[in-house]
C-alpha cells in the first residue's frame, strides 16, 4: 500500500509565476490536509479537503492560494503569481473516514518550493 | 485558539539515556494527540496516537503520556539510539480529525 505521494518533491519558480503541487492520498483516504512550513517556523495547517468538497479553508492565504480534490486524480495545491515568502516545505496529508477509532493521519514526504 | 508549546527546543543526550520530551496545549477539548517524527528535508512520521479518551500509548521503546485535564503529553523514549536523532513534533487536533495545531518541535542528538 503505497504511502501519500506527493510531487513534485522539489520545484523552483521565478517571482510571478504559477506553482502546483499534487498530492495523491493513500488508498482508500478520502479526506486530505494540506500544511505549510516556512524556513524557521512550524507547520501550519491550509487547507482540508474530502472529494469535490473544501471543508475547512481557514488557513489558506485569502490570495493567490487555491486548492481541489477532484472525484478523479490528485489533490492539487495552486500558487498563483508567486513570491519569495512564497518559499516554503508544503505537506500533504490524508486519512480515512473521520472518526473511526485508532486511525491516524499519515504525511507525504513534502514538496520543496523555491522561489527566485 | 489552541497553542502547543514543546520544550526543550533542542535536547543532546549519550547513547543509552532515556530521552522524556515535553508538549503543553492550551484548550483540553481535543480530539486527539499526535507525535510525529521528522528527519531534515523529509516529511513526517506518525510515531503514537493518542485519543482524547486515552491516557497512554506504548510502541516499542516509545511510550506517550495524555494529561487533558493539565494539558500536557510526554513523549518517552527508552535506551536512547543514534538513529533517534530527529525532531519530535507534537501535533493536537480539535476542530477535526486531521487538523492540527503543531507544536515548534525538539531537536534530539544522540551521540554514540
Known amino acids: 500500500n503505497a504511502g501519500v505521494m506527493q510531487n513534485p518533491r522539489h520545484l523552483v519558480r521565478r517571482r510571478g509565476q504559477e506553482a502546483r503541487l499534487r498530492c495523491s492520498p493513500m488508498k482508500g483516504h478520502s479526506h486530505v490536509y494540506w500544511y505549510r512550513q516556512l524556513p524557521e517556523e512550524g507547520l501550519k495547517f491550509m487547507v482540508y479537503?474530502?472529494?469535490?468538497?473544501?471543508?475547512?479553508e481557514s488557513g489558506m492565504p485569502k490570495e493567490r492560494f487555491s486548492a481541489e480534490f477532484p472525484k478523479e486524480g490528485p489533490s492539487i495545491l495552486r500558487i498563483q503569481q508567486v513570491v519569495r515568502g512564497d518559499s516554503a516545505a508544503y505537506f500533504c496529508a490524508s486519512s480515512p473516514k473521520e472518526g473511526t477509532p485508532g486511525n491516524t493521519i499519515y504525511f507525504g514526504e513534502g514538496s520543496w518550493l523555491t522561489v527566485v | 485558539k489552541q497553542e502547543v508549546t514543546q520544550i526543550p527546543a533542542a535536547l543532546s543526550v549519550p547513547e543509552g539515556e532515556n530521552l522524556v520530551l515535553n508538549c503543553s496545549f492550551t484548550?483540553?477539548?481535543?480530539?486527539?494527540l499526535q507525535w510525529f517524527r521528522q528527519d531534515p528535508g523529509k516529511g513526517l512520521t506518525s510515531l503514537l496516537l493518542i485519543q482524547s479518551s486515552q491516557r497512554e500509548q506504548t510502541s516499542g521503546r516509545l511510550n506517550a503520556s495524555l494529561d487533558k485535564s493539565s494539558g500536557r503529553s510526554t513523549l518517552y523514549i527508552a535506551a536512547s539510539q543514534p538513529g533517534d536523532s530527529a525532531t519530535y513534533l507534537c501535533?493536537?487536533?480539535?476542530?477535526?480529525?486531521?487538523?492540527?495545531?503543531f507544536g515548534a518541535g525538539t531537536q534530539v542528538v544522540v551521540t554514540p
Open positions: 484548550d483540553s477539548a481535543i480530539y486527539n
Open positions: 479537503l474530502q472529494k469535490e468538497n473544501i471543508i475547512d
Open positions: 501535533a493536537v487536533s480539535t476542530d477535526s480529525w486531521g487538523k492540527f495545531q
